[in-house]
């Protein structure tokens, strides 16, 4: 009896998350809204799927780890990539520039400061952009258009000397600047189409930031570490990780000193720090992650419409039939994985 209904539950088990399922019709509706994919972050001991690397960090090391995994991860895990290595040798998470080829990504950071009678209202004062080689490729203060109530000195460093005519220029014009960058010598229409010669966008709130410069960038070429679900907080609630958390908690050093600590918030740090984020999410493509020819043609926004075609309603009785593994081999993320870029990477050189 014991063992018919443990073989019954292990034909039911979700073969990325390890959870077991009553039916099978009810394993097949968790992967056609899990979207288990290659590309979940992955326990190196268990082999198990998490959502988030947040998810996978309290899996090796939290409150209520699992035994095992929480006794190989302290006895050879990297508690920034979280991988297991091979032994307790040192090891060097990938953090620096790219050796070769083109520069395909940069990265924006802004900062701000209070306009308003409150003193509440963002305005964009100073403007950094640096490419793959952490090199500044612009930098400068900028003139906001209406009226600065608040300079917020401490963290900014910006006084009003520093937005004056002559010393900051304007914001359509560094809006321009950070665009012509951008597009890469590519008309902007163009951008919108896939695989142009238009860059890749790194930061931490690109969306905050374009729009207090007025640019208008496609989606598909935002590299955004706030909004990456790998790098959000939990797997369900989708909320963001402050840009200080993620490069103490997966680069090892600290940026954003606090306030009355001497030192003032630079854009190019946060962009350096995104940068490396970004490089790390993509690079771990190499070490665990397998793509597929429908996920490299597919692009950045269309993981929603490759689930609907693997997993359609009319398929349910044939879904039924197939097992765990092979539910998951069809399966896919519902985010466009980063690891990805490797190909317009590989196509630069």
């Known amino acids: 009896m014991d063992s018919s209904s443990d073989a019954h539950r292990s034909r039911n088990r979700c073969a ?29 001991a268990c082999g198990k799927h998490c959502r988030s690397l947040d998810a996978l960090r309290d899996h090796l090391t939290g409150a209520i ?7 190989a991860f302290a006895a050879r895990g990297c508690p920034r990539c979280l991988h297991l290595l091979p032994s307790q040798s040192p090891h060097s998470c ?16 802004c900062k701000m400061v209070g306009a308003g009678s409150d003193g509440s209202l963002d305005v964009c004062a100073r403007v950094c952009l640096v490419d793959e080689y952490e090199r500044v490729v612009f930098e400068a203060f900028v003139k906001p258009s209406i009226p600065v109530t608040h300079y917020r000195y401490e963290t900014t ?18 809006a321009r600047r950070v665009l012509d960058h951008l597009l890469n010598g590519e008309a902007a229409w163009k951008a919108r189409s896939f695989r142009g010669r238009a860059r890749i966008l790194v930061g931490h709130g690109l969306d905050h930031d374009l729009e207090s410069l007025g640019i208008d960038y496609p989606d598909y070429l935002k590299r955004d570490t706030a909004r990456y679900p790998p790098l959000m ?9 402050s840009l200080k958390y993620l490069t103490a908690a997966y680069l090892g050093y600290q940026i954003q000193p606090t306030a009355g600590g001497g030192r003032h918030h630079h854009p190019y740090d946060d ?45 349910q009785k044939e879904l039924e039939r197939m097992s ?3 539910l998951l081999q069809m399966s896919t993320s519902d ?11 590989a196509a630069m050189d």
Not at 22 to 30: A, D, I, S
Not at 65 to 71: G, T
């Open 271 to 315: 962009c350096v720090a995104a940068l490396r984020l970004y490089r790390r999410m993509r690079g771990a493509g190499q070490q665990q992650h397998h793509r597929s020819r429908r996920d490299d043609e597919a692009g950045p926004n269309a993981p929603a419409a490759v689930a609907a075609e693997a997993f359609p309603a009319w398929r």
């Open 324 to 326: 765990p593994e092979e």
């Open 16 to 44: 990325a998350c390890y959870r077991e399922f009553n039916k099978k019709e009810h394993l097949v509706e968790h992967m056609r809204t899990s979207l288990h994919s290659p590309h979940d972050p992955r326990c190196g």
């Open 94 to 109: 990938p953090n620096s520039p790219p050796l070769a080829g083109g520069t395909i990504a940069v990265a924006l950071g």
């Open 335 to 345: 985010y466009y994985c980063w690891c990805l870029d490797n190909n317009a990477a």
């Open 233 to 241: 907080k939990t797997s369900n609630s989708r909320l963001s990780n």
């Open 65 to 71: 780890p699992k035994p095992a995994c929480a006794a």
């Open 157 to 174: 460093g910006i006084r009003p000397e520093h937005l004056r005519d002559g010393a900051a220029v304007t914001a359509k014009q560094a």
